[in-house]
């Protein structure tokens, strides 16, 4: 048997993949097809109640199941598409990205003389750590968002799981000056590896949420998304020239 639902809350393919997989560990369900504008069909052995499968979704809240009864008005799903300015979409990233760069730059200024390739070392040091701890907040919720536009992600689930760490061990290599050639080398193939992805995502000019901030913000992937990523590759490959 089949019954369909709406699930309020769904805002990217990150959400669709999230619900689809926490509605299909019920037991009893057979297989869930859920859509971007909050459509659901749940495929069952045996009826299973609306908060059974409300329930599957409780570690995630802001998704809200409700069954549709035919002939009746359809559930009302909040729209999150109001029109917002560069500046409140983009707010939190921004304000990261300032504190980093303020934060890399003092301590240029408290030293001798103004260090290029210190001053990207400590950057990029700062940039992985803060980044990989907003994505630790939340991985399974990072790695279902990561894996609707990251190319790797896509095939492997498990990639999305592990990426948070990669970025958190590559901040630590900056930090500590590790090996600047295996440092630099592993960042540049893997924001090489990721900046495909966005822009394959930008290309297609289809709704993704950005994951760079793991689940805590809604941020819309944009050329925002893309630029952080060619940056850490250019810097990334500036400071492998120099050491090759």
């Given amino acids: 048997m089949t019954h369909e639902y709406k699930v309020a809350g769904i805002t990217c393919e990150g959400c669709v993949s999230k619900v689809k997989t926490q509605l299909e560990k019920v037991p009893g369900v057979m297989a869930a097809a859920v859509g971007l504008d909050g459509n659901v069909e749940v495929t069952m052995h045996h009826h299973i109640t609306t908060p059974e499968l409300q329930a599957a979704l409780r570690d995630y809240p802001k998704y809200q199941l409700a069954e549709v009864a035919h002939n009746a008005p359809a559930v009302n799903v909040p729209i999150e598409d109001v029109p917002r300015s560069f500046w409140q979409t983009y707010k939190p990233i921004l304000l990261l990205f300032g504190y980093i760069l303020g934060a890399t730059l003092l301590v240029e200024l408290a030293a001798d003389a103004f260090d290029w390739m210190r001053w990207m070392r400590h950057f990029m040091a700062g940039f992985f750590l803060v980044f990989s701890f907003f994505k630790m907040l939340d991985v399974p919720a990072f790695a279902a968002s990561y894996s609707s536009y990251d190319v790797v992600a896509r095939r492997w689930l498990g990639w999305g799981y592990i990426y948070p ?62 630029f952080e990523d060619v940056l850490m590759v250019l810097m990334s490959g500036a400071m492998l020239w120099v050491h090759l």
């Fill in 165 to 226: 760490f990669v970025e958190l061990a590559l901040g630590i290599l900056f930090l500590i000056n590790f090996n600047p050639l295996i440092t630099n080398g592993l960042t540049f193939v893997v924001m090489g590896i990721s900046t495909i992805g966005v822009v394959q995502s930008l290309m297609a000019k289809r709704r993704f949420q950005c994951a760079c901030l793991g689940a805590v913000f809604n941020l819309p992937m944009s050329n925002i998304t893309l």
